[in-house]
């Protein structure tokens, strides 16, 4: 079980989001985890286009998000019959520029039945729990990683290379039921360190975005990441994630790295 006793990520006060321990990422002690922060933008999106299901978000970071706390704004940039898009900005207290967002939401239909592909799936049941990839943040306080139930699937392990990793994280508003694809966004942005090539300590791989594609909403608290990073000489990278419930796979997760050596 997880080790931190927050209740969730966020408090909320009207329209600022301040952070708690668990939503603290592992490089410094005064920025937030992305992960959480997407599905904050993915509630305010979500809540312009309640009519559609919001299906990809892409969210851009230009500086840390602070855990004292932000907000996030929201409209609407197209409404069509079967598609909206909207966008997103997130501000701090000196109304800084800190990530913009755009979203594509669509309108669902029903079908009794329908073909797909599958793909094989790893089974909750069969996991063990573990900890978190990332055993120890730069800053050695509470964050992210301390504050979410961890389990692996036979033959998988925390160590560097590509992994599988199941996930179960808190609520991310205080007093609020996160929507299928917010409960999604924590672990979509873990990819990164899912899979890393190499020790946190020893090289640095923060990602300047996320995008986070869902076919399907996800209907379990346990969620999975399949995740592979690609590193190259010149400091670029890229992560990919397929993502699942105890379904099996709901969406992929990309995030491009900006890969340096720890000094």
Same mark, same amino acid.
């Given at each position: ?7 969730a990520?966020?408090?909320? =006060?009207? =329209? ?8 603290? +990422? ?15 933008i993915?509630?305010a ?21 602070p ?5 996030v ?7 069509? $019959? ?7 900005? %997130?501000?701090?207290?000196d ?5 913009t ?13 329908? &073909?797909t592909?599958?793909?094989?799936h790893?089974?909750?049941e =069969?996991a ?9 943040? %730069?800053?050695? %306080?509470?964050?992210? +990683? ?6 692996? &699937?036979?033959?998988?392990? $925390? ?6 990793m199941?996930? $179960?994280?808190l ?13 999604l ?10 899979? $890393?090539?190499?020790?946190f300590?020893e ?7 996320i ?20 590193w190259? &000489?010149? +400091? ?6 397929? %993502?699942? =419930?105890?379904r +099996?796979s ?10 340096? &050596?720890?000094d």
């Amino acid at each position: 079980m997880s080790e931190n006793k927050d209740k969730a990520f966020f408090c909320i =006060d009207n =329209d600022w989001f301040v952070g708690n321990g668990a939503s603290r +990422g592992p490089w410094t002690a005064d920025a937030c985890h992305a992960g959480p922060v997407t599905a904050i933008i993915a509630r305010a999106v979500e809540q312009n286009a309640p009519d559609k299901q919001l299906v990809r978000l892409t969210v851009s970071f230009c500086r840390p998000v602070p855990i004292t706390g932000f907000r996030v704004d929201a409209e609407i940039i197209r409404n069509g $019959r079967s598609a909206t898009s909207a966008i997103a900005t %997130l501000r701090d207290a000196d109304d800084r520029i800190c990530a913009t967002a755009s979203s594509l939401h669509l309108t669902t239909h029903s079908f009794k039945e329908i &073909p797909t592909a599958s793909i094989p799936h790893p089974c909750i049941e =069969d996991a063990t729990s573990g900890k978190f990839a990332v055993g120890r943040p %730069l800053h050695g %306080l509470p964050f992210f +990683g301390s504050s979410v139930d961890v389990a692996y &699937p036979p033959n998988e392990t $925390r160590e560097p290379g590509p992994t599988t990793m199941w996930m $179960r994280a808190l609520p991310i508003i205080e007093g609020e039921d996160p929507t299928p694809f917010q409960s999604l966004c924590p672990i979509s942005d873990c990819g990164n360190g899912i899979s $890393r090539n190499a020790d946190f300590s020893e090289v640095s791989f923060v990602n300047a975005d996320i995008t986070v594609a869902a076919y399907r909403l996800p209907e379990s608290a346990w969620l999975a990441s399949q995740a592979i990073s690609f590193w190259q &000489p010149s +400091g670029i990278g890229l992560s990919q994630a397929t %993502l699942f =419930d105890t379904r +099996g796979s709901v969406g992929t997760a990309l995030q491009m790295l900006i890969v340096k &050596p720890v000094d």
